[in-house]
């Protein structure tokens, strides 16, 4: 089936993954020790965290470890005082889960995180010797990653006790997220098309990079509203979104599909009219535009509700291990072209896919909402039937897409009630970690010692 599926696995190996871009050697310069008096070294605390600290050792050995991988990855490398800054936050919110995890009693065993390598590997169509073979020859000690994987399981377990388990998704909520697709009253509902202007800043970003994108965002604003602005080429010259290439254009899509303040916002714009307000979304800063609203497409009002399955297949390149991201970006853009022109889309993903669906052509089969990653369906949804999509990327790498066709969901009208249940359930749990971890670093105390100005730590 693929990695597209979002089994709990395909999660833990993404975080796997990041952490494994952390681990390696580290440049000379970036060494903590600090040499003294009597020969010996002593290593410098970078910040404490409750009743724990972050030592300069491993702060330095996190920073050389990400410069090294945006160097293989052809990105660009932040100036140091931010990367420190940046890097710093995410290790002190991965000690808070730490601590919070041991405070629970979470803990997990050599057996279950043998399992997981085992699943991991598998997942990537090696056997676990090979697959360590390949960790170790980028330069990650297999102790060091089979530590990551037994953080991630913990850190997966604190949230899945914390945030997931305490998630409610109502009738209510199931019934108006299918009538929004395909239910009764579909076609009285208004797909609505937008433009928008992404300035990325994640919920648990610094306060200086908040505070950064939030200002630029209202400088946009500004420029947007004003008479004779061109919100395409504003999009395009400053949007951090996927779709900045297009303007900003998202295409028509159902209010379900749609972030809740982008749908609230089209309620009192008319065509043509850009938001008066900048938007704050779990990704950062949003500048929007009503381009248009038509009537829903979708089953007469006799029909009974159902939910829309997309038949899709893809070819998957990874970034890193020698591949980089204008690299993955202009092979697949080389054999979007060579489809145009003729060719095999099924043959090339058997040559090229780095997903397990190679195998089948890059066929995913069936996909219902909610069971593909946010980017992924995004692009998939925006397809006509036959079209292919330009690269698109996610957080498994850079996909090419190709939509074959859609139908209504198979099942009964409870099991498409149980589909619609899963997705507005991972929906609500994503924005409600993202709440739960914010307060939970408001709750500790955290004192660094390195990477900012006095007076003005990271939140």
Request: charged letters at 25%.
């Given at each position: 089936m693929g990695i597209m599926k979002k089994l709990r696995l395909a999660s833990l190996a993404a975080g796997l993954v990041a952490a494994a871009s952390f681990l390696s050697a580290v440049p000379a310069q970036a060494q903590a020790l600090r040499p003294v008096d009597n020969g010996q070294t002593v290593d410098m605390i970078?910040?404490?965290?409750?009743?724990?600290v972050i030592t300069q050792r491993e702060l330095d050995q996190r920073m050389g470890l990400i410069t090294r991988r945006l160097n293989q990855q052809g990105a660009p490398v932040p100036p140091i005082d931010q990367l420190r800054q940046q890097v710093l936050n995410q290790m002190v919110l991965e000690r808070i889960q730490l601590q919070k995890a041991r405070e629970d009693g979470i803990a997990v065993d050599d057996t279950a995180v043998q399992r997981?390598?085992?699943?991991?590997?598998?997942?990537?169509?090696?056997?676990?010797?090979?697959?360590?073979?390949?960790?170790?020859?980028?330069?990650?000690?297999?102790?060091?990653?089979t530590s990551d994987a037994r953080t991630e399981l913990i850190l997966s377990r604190l949230r899945e006790k914390e945030v997931d388990s305490k998630v409610v998704v109502s009738?209510?909520?199931?019934?108006?997220?299918?009538?929004?697709?395909?239910?009764?009253?579909?076609?009285?509902?208004?797909?609505?098309?937008?433009?928008?202007?992404?300035?990325?800043?994640?919920?648990?970003?610094?306060?200086?990079?908040?505070?950064?994108?939030?200002?630029?965002?209202?400088?946009?604003?500004?420029?947007?509203?004003?008479?004779?602005?061109?919100f395409e080429k504003l999009a395009k010259a400053n949007s951090q979104a996927a779709d900045a290439s297009k303007g900003g254009d998202t295409g028509y899509q159902p209010p379900s599909k749609l972030p809740a303040d982008f749908v609230k916002a089209a309620s009192s714009l008319r065509p043509g009219q850009v938001n008066p307000d900048v938007i704050r979304t779990g990704d950062g800063f949003e500048?929007?535009?009503?381009?248009?609203?038509?009537?829903?497409?979708?089953?007469?009002?006799?029909?009974?509700p159902k939910l829309v399955q997309t038949h899709v297949r893809h070819i998957l390149l990874r970034v890193g291990d020698g591949m980089s991201e204008p690299a993955a970006r202009q092979r697949l853009l080389d054999i979007k072209q060579q489809i145009a022109q003729g060719g095999d889309f099924?043959?090339?993903?058997?040559?090229?896919?780095?997903?397990?669906s190679a195998s089948q052509g890059?066929?995913?089969?069936?996909i219902s909402p909610g069971e593909t990653v946010p980017e992924f369906e995004r692009a998939m949804n925006s397809l006509q039937d036959n079209q292919v999509s330009d690269p698109v990327r996610s957080e498994y790498g850079y996909h090419l897409i190709q939509v074959l066709g859609r139908r209504d969901a198979e099942g009964s009208v409870s099991q498409q009630m149980d589909l619609?249940?899963?997705?507005?359930?991972?929906?609500?749990?994503?924005?409600?970690?993202a709440d739960w971890?914010?307060?939970?670093?408001?709750?500790?105390y955290v004192d660094y010692k390195v990477g900012t100005a006095p007076g003005t730590p990271p939140q």
């Open positions: 970078a910040a404490v965290v409750n009743d724990g997981t390598l085992e699943r991991l590997a598998q997942a990537n169509n090696l056997t676990l010797d090979v697959y360590r073979s390949k960790i170790e020859a980028q330069g990650v000690p297999w102790s060091t990653f009738d209510a909520e199931v019934a108006n997220y299918i009538a929004s697709q395909r239910g009764p009253n579909a076609g009285l509902t208004s797909d609505l098309r937008f433009e928008h202007i992404l300035l990325k800043a994640p919920l648990n970003a610094s306060q200086t990079d908040i505070e950064a994108a939030q200002q630029k965002a209202q400088a946009l604003l500004k420029e947007a509203t004003a008479p004779g602005s061109n500048i929007v535009r009503l381009v248009d609203r038509r009537t829903g497409q979708g089953t007469s009002s006799a029909d009974a099924a043959k090339f993903a058997r040559t090229y896919s780095q997903d397990g890059g066929d995913l089969g069936w619609a249940r899963q997705a507005i359930g991972q929906r609500k749990a994503e924005q409600a970690y971890l914010r307060q939970l670093r408001d709750t500790a």
